[in-house]
């Protein structure tokens, strides 16, 4: 076996698939490309990802997964449980803001992916819902938020925090008076929340 | 004159106009099929709309306005402000549900004509949002909503709802829970407003 493909691991794999879909675009990019990219045979991929939706599928979750991650520090940061949920907010705005606006061509391509993947989708949701959830449990703990379902409630701010996050919105983002729109609407929940 | 052109009004026009969309779609529909369907000349249905954007544009906004007035009888109905609230964000939410779900290519045709009259749309939002905030200064002045500046917050509570009257939500309207998505959300905002 050659030494490359002895180093071969599926982060590396991943890394080079990302960097076919942003050059090739999610419609024409192949596993053998991603081989190629790697100066690999296209079965030592296979070994690591069994097909190529399968490859697709381990792409989006580790794109995703990149904004979780970011995400789970705000929630155990040593603050109040209403700034956290306000800093979580933000850096969720953040993060989808400055992936649609730093790199548009593989921003598309992820709306492309995460249509395909709808089961990665869902548990990113719940992966970032849970977060929201911790942060405003502590807030009941604390006695300075309401909420009796702290899960529910989490969804409902996520719902209607969508406009800041959802990549439909994309567009919008770019608009002079979005943050005063978001400072708006968060304003609004946080009354709720403590209401 | 044939006596058919004698009786041609601008609402006559805009309903043939509705309805060759729906039949041939947004890129085929031409002036010369709504007179077509009218029985009169093309000359005629450009004596009521001088090109074929402004007729495009005057269909775009009868479209939006059935939902404006729709809602304005909610505006003005006899109950106290945060039941009016409610009702009026679940009179969008029903009447957009019913636009999407009864007819969806019609649906389909008005979101192409939307994205290409966006003066019309920003004018239906403003239209809105102008009922939505006499509904929460009514609450001000009746001292059940805290809001300083109504426009503002009614904005906020518009894009808070987005996912229950944005046409990009539609496919998740079909959902079995959204229901109570939207009751969730409703209720932060209404203590919210409460706050």
Not at 16 to 37: I, N, Q, S
Not at 93 to 101: D, H, I, L, Q
């Amino acid at each position: 076996m050659a030494p490359t493909s002895e180093t071969l691991t599926a982060e590396r794999i991943l890394e080079a698939t990302e960097e076919v879909l942003r050059r090739h675009g999610p419609a024409k990019a192949t596993v053998v490309d991603v081989a190629r990219v790697l100066g690999v045979s296209h079965g030592s991929v296979y070994r690591h990802f069994r097909t190529k939706a399968v490859l697709r599928e381990a792409v989006t979750k580790r794109w995703l997964d990149r904004t979780t991650a970011a995400l789970s520090g705000v929630v155990t940061e040593d603050a109040d449980p209403e700034t956290r949920l306000r800093d979580w907010l933000a850096a969720l705005f953040a993060a989808k803001r400055r992936k649609a606006g730093d790199d548009p061509e593989l921003f598309a391509t992820y709306q492309v992916l995460t249509v395909e993947n709808g089961e990665a989708v869902s548990a990113h949701l719940a992966d970032l819902t849970g977060q929201l959830a911790r942060i405003i449990e502590d807030g009941v703990d604390a006695d300075v938020f309401t909420a009796p379902d702290p899960e529910a409630t989490a969804r409902a701010v996520f719902h209607a925090t969508g406009r800041f996050h959802d990549p439909g919105y994309a567009a919008a983002w770019q608009r002079h008076d979005i943050q005063t729109e978001f400072e708006a609407v968060v304003d609004l929940l946080v009354r709720g929340l403590r209401g």
